[in-house]
């Protein structure tokens, strides 16, 4: 396409509309914006924001506290990111 530059992100929203689309994911408020702004014909409104906090990563738990999670896995991409957890009770 004209507008994409070789391996630049880009995203395109509603072919209908031509909103956004090929505009370039350059930035995390552009990509947040862009979810933020996401709304449904059946009332489904998305609120986005950036959290900049810092997390630690590589926290290992034990084999046994990782099955008390009640992970409910999805059809498509269950195996890898889609998934839902659920209170224990």
Partial sequence: KKFQKDFEPVISV?????ELVGKPLETYSIIVNLIGATKTKTGLNVKADI???VYETGIKI?????????????EFHGDDWNYTIKPLN
Avoid: Q, V
Wanted: charged share 50%; with cysteine.
């Fill in 51 to 53: 959290d900049e906090n």
């Fill in 14 to 18: 509603d072919a209908k509309k031509k």
């Fill in 62 to 74: 034990s084999k046994s506290d990782f099955e008390k999670i009640n992970i409910c896995k999805h």
